[in-house]
């Protein structure tokens, strides 16, 4: 993109009504409204169940002003597939089709689906929320939750495996088009998303989404929380466009220097207080490598 | 147009000819060589239809749900476990009021693995709340895929096409293909009157509370129980329907006449067989041999299981000495579900006959019509000996 969206350039129109159902300080409710105005009305969704299903409202009120198909869990990608070729059939291609999900719908019960989806080519964008645990069902451990985070399946010791790198996966089917953002960065995601619709294929955007409610922090910090997870090296903003890796935005600008000590994001949020002061030295220092690595790069 | 063919083959060319517009499936014996079929049309060009290659079969159902909720009239085929990893979108399908039309060739479950015939997937998913109509030759399974859209777009509610795996689905038998614009002229364009628009947006199958609740103009929505009432009051009018389309059908291509079941020297029976499938024709073996003995016997192939045309079963078979109701299916620790349907469905009638349960042809056992005659013919002529419990044929214990 050749100029970065401003909050004075950003379109005025709202597709989402105000009085919406997601919860004080919600993450995605930002990415939400951002996200729904950079696809524009010439939108269909495809939503499985999370928390964007209670977000959109309970029959028959919608908070969504765009047509919207709810799917069960793991078959987002696929039924964005149907709805492609309906479109494809009935030639109302110029129509965007767009998944979001979130990062269990994603990374655990719809990963099938999604790969299947990536290496059939269909031009459609995924968008999977992330923050990090299933929440709309009360905060249990998915595939994308950090190490050592208390959830309430794992309730002691936190949780003892690392997060999985879906965009790395998702990059490894070779589609044109692997993104990260987050929610505390809502104009980077509206300008990937606007990118997204230019790209033909399937386009995946992860985005970092705080959640006060399941990450244990007061609602007036989730944007602060977001940068700070960026801020501190833990969480990247990249883009891997056609295979080739890049860094963008607030990552961009990030080096050794300027890195905050990962401490900073931990303290913040009750669910790491099960991390011991050894375990933030090795998490600090695999986050140094992961970055002396980009740096050499 | 004669031709001589598998019943894949047949069931293909009915989805060609109902201008089917996205196909998604996933490879499973006996189905495989259908969807081959439908693959190799669409990519010839022979077809105009987009054919998508999903990675499962619950992917295949999810495209048909989302390419019918976005307006286009859509197929899938399946078999045994595949319809079982379906499960969910089966009933996904059904509660969205999808006119889907899905053929399943029927096959048995595992574990063990078998891939040989018998009812049990189809069976175990009745009560999803999908039409399932089942053939028992090559020439009902092309006319009846034909019907299947017809009749799911009218009542909007998805439709299985059951036909037994390779006893039909591999078997070459001669039917006719009907002429495209006679089907043309029966099968309408499929119109939704709401499907996914940007230019007239609706949440879809959104979270339903309990009770009824006020929309934003102020009109009263129903709520999940109500939206559940109306999927079983329409498909209790499937049962008529059936019988409408199959009408129009005679009309438009001069075929049908037996919408609910295929009767076969039914008139005067004492003793009729019932049966899904292609059974009906090898039990019609069993009732000449019975006839030259002297017993009045006749079969009732039921081609409209669900929604089940229990009145219809109990008005016709009202003057019956006894049913005996053959099945590749079984309600494990009860009794064969179609037997328990019949019986259910005569407990309206005063005078009701006596009903026996036969199980047979489990994993493709071979149904050995010799023994079908033995069987019949004792619950004919010592119907006091056999009980209410399932009685097994071909069993080698």
């Known amino acids: 993109m050749s100029e970065k969206t401003t909050i004075l350039t950003l379109p005025e129109e709202e597709l989402v009504h105000p009085g919406n159902r997601a919860?004080?300080?919600?993450?995605?409710?930002?990415?939400?409204?951002?996200?729904?105005?950079?696809?524009?009305?010439?939108?269909?969704?495809?939503v499985p169940p999370s928390c964007l299903t209670v977000l959109q409202g309970l029959y028959p009120i919608a908070s969504t002003q765009l047509p919207c198909l709810n799917v069960t869990f793991a078959s987002t990608a696929a039924a964005a597939t149907g709805v492609l070729g309906a479109l494809r059939a009935q030639g109302r291609e110029?129509?965007?089709?767009?998944?979001?999900?979130?990062?269990?719908?994603?990374?655990?019960?719809?990963?099938?689906?999604?790969?299947?989806?990536?290496?059939?080519?269909?031009?459609?964008?995924?968008?999977?929320?992330?923050?990090?645990?299933?929440?709309?069902?009360?905060?249990?451990?998915?595939?994308?939750?950090?190490?050592?985070?208390?959830?309430?399946?794992?309730?002691?010791?936190?949780?003892?495996?690392?997060?999985?790198?879906?965009?790395?996966?998702?990059?490894?089917h070779g589609i044109d088009y692997v993104a990260t953002a987050s929610a505390a960065y809502p104009l980077d995601l509206y300008d990937k998303i606007k990118k997204a619709k230019t790209i033909s294929g399937p386009k995946y955007l992860h985005v970092h989404c705080?959640?006060?409610?399941?990450?244990?922090?007061?609602?007036?910090?989730?944007?602060?929380?977001?940068?700070?997870?960026?801020?501190?090296?833990?969480?990247?903003?990249?883009?891997?466009?056609?295979?080739?890796f890049q860094l963008t935005g607030p990552s961009q600008k990030l080096d050794n220097k300027k890195r905050k000590p990962v401490s900073d994001y931990f303290k913040t949020q009750s669910r790491f207080r099960a991390l011991s002061k050894e375990r933030i030295q090795e998490i600090q220092q695999s986050i140094d490598e992961k970055w002396e690595g980009y740096q050499k790069n | 147009m004669h031709i001589i063919e598998s019943g894949n083959v047949a069931a293909a060319t009915g989805v060609k000819l109902a201008r089917t517009e996205v196909i998604a499936a996933y490879p499973i014996t006996p189905q495989t060589p259908l969807t081959e079929k439908l693959s190799e049309l669409v990519d010839s060009g022979k077809m105009k239809a987009e054919y998508i290659p999903v990675e499962s079969e619950h992917s295949a159902l999810a495209v048909c749900i989302a390419a019918s909720s976005a307006g286009s009239r859509t197929f899938t085929a399946t078999s045994a476990n595949g319809l079982l990893y379906m499960s969910e979108q089966i009933h996904w399908a059904a509660g969205a009021r999808l006119p889907i039309v899905m053929c399943v060739?029927?096959?048995?479950?595992?574990?063990?693995?078998?891939?040989?015939?018998?009812?049990?997937?189809?069976?175990?998913?009745?009560?999803?709340?999908?039409?399932?109509?089942?053939?028992?030759?090559?020439?009902?399974?092309?006319?009846?895929?034909?019907?299947?859209?017809?009749?799911?777009?009218?009542?909007?509610?998805?439709?299985?096409?059951?036909?037994?795996?390779?006893?039909?689905?591999?078997?070459?038998?001669?039917?006719?293909?009907?002429?495209?614009?006679?089907?043309?002229?029966?099968?309408?364009?499929?119109?939704?009157?709401?499907?996914?628009?940007?230019?007239?947006?609706?949440?879809?199958?959104?979270?339903t509370l309990p009770d009824i609740r006020l929309d934003v103009r102020g009109n009263m929505a129903p709520g999940y129980m109500e939206i559940?009432?109306?999927?079983?009051?329409?498909?209790?009018?499937?049962?008529?329907?059936?019988?409408?389309?199959?009408?129009?059908?005679?009309?438009a291509i001069g075929r049908g006449g037996n919408p609910l079941i295929e009767k076969y020297q039914c008139d005067?029976?004492?003793?009729?067989?019932?049966?899904?499938?292609?059974?009906?024709?090898?039990l019609r073996d069993v009732v000449d041999t019975l006839r030259r003995e002297g017993l009045?016997?006749?079969?009732?192939?039921?081609?409209?299981?669900?929604?089940?045309?229990?009145?219809?079963?109990?008005?016709?078979f009202a003057n019956a000495k006894g049913l005996i109701v053959f099945e590749k299916a079984l309600s494990y620790g009860n009794q064969g579900a179609l037997y328990a349907d019949i019986k259910s469905a005569l407990y309206r009638n005063d005078n009701r006959p006596f009903v026996h349960n036969y199980i047979l042809g489990l994993g493709g056992r071979e149904i050995k019509t010799l023994d079908l005659i033995n069987a019949f013919r004792t619950s004919c002529t010592d119907f006091r000996k056999i009980g209410d419990d399932p009685q097994w044929i071909g069993l080698k214990l």
């Not at chain 1, 922090?217 to 080739?244: M, N, Q, S």
């Not at chain 2, 709401?194 to 007239?200: A, E, G, M, S, V």
Request: with cysteine; net charge neutral; charged share 20%.
């Open chain 1, 94 to 172: 110029k129509t965007t089709v767009a998944a979001w999900a979130g990062d269990g719908g994603t990374s655990d019960i719809g990963i099938q689906a999604l790969s299947g989806a990536c290496e059939r080519g269909e031009n459609f964008i995924f968008i999977c929320y992330d923050n990090e645990a299933y929440m709309n069902t009360g905060v249990q451990r998915s595939g994308t939750t950090p190490q050592g985070v208390i959830t309430t399946t794992t309730p002691i010791r936190g949780k003892l495996q690392k997060k999985k790198e879906v965009p790395a996966i998702i990059a490894a």
């Open chain 2, 105 to 207: 060739v029927n096959r048995g479950i595992g574990a063990p693995w078998t891939v040989w015939n018998d009812h049990q997937d189809s069976i175990s998913q009745r009560d999803t709340g999908w039409i399932q109509l089942y053939a028992c030759d090559h020439q009902q399974i092309i006319d009846t895929v034909i019907q299947a859209f017809h009749i799911a777009e009218t009542v909007r509610i998805p439709v299985m096409v059951c036909y037994d795996g390779y006893l039909l689905s591999h078997t070459y038998m001669p039917f006719e293909i009907p002429e495209q614009n006679a089907v043309d002229a029966f099968l309408p364009k499929f119109t939704p009157s709401y499907f996914l628009d940007p230019k007239n947006p609706a949440n879809l199958n959104t979270v």
């Open chain 1, 23 to 46: 919860c004080a300080g919600c993450g995605l409710s930002i990415i939400y409204r951002i996200g729904l105005k950079a696809l524009g009305r010439d939108t269909i969704l495809v």
């Open chain 1, 210 to 244: 705080p959640c006060p409610a399941g990450w244990g922090f007061d609602p007036r910090y989730t944007v602060k929380i977001g940068k700070l997870a960026v801020e501190t090296g833990l969480y990247d903003i990249y883009e891997i466009e056609k295979g080739k």
């Open chain 2, 228 to 251: 559940r009432h109306n999927l079983h009051s329409d498909m209790r009018r499937t049962i008529s329907v059936v019988e409408e389309v199959d009408q129009k059908y005679q009309q």
């Open chain 2, 296 to 316: 009045k016997t006749g079969v009732a192939g039921i081609r409209l299981y669900r929604p089940f045309p229990d009145k219809t079963i109990a008005s016709e």
């Open chain 2, 268 to 282: 005067d029976a004492d003793f009729i067989a019932v049966c899904l499938g292609s059974l009906s024709y090898q």
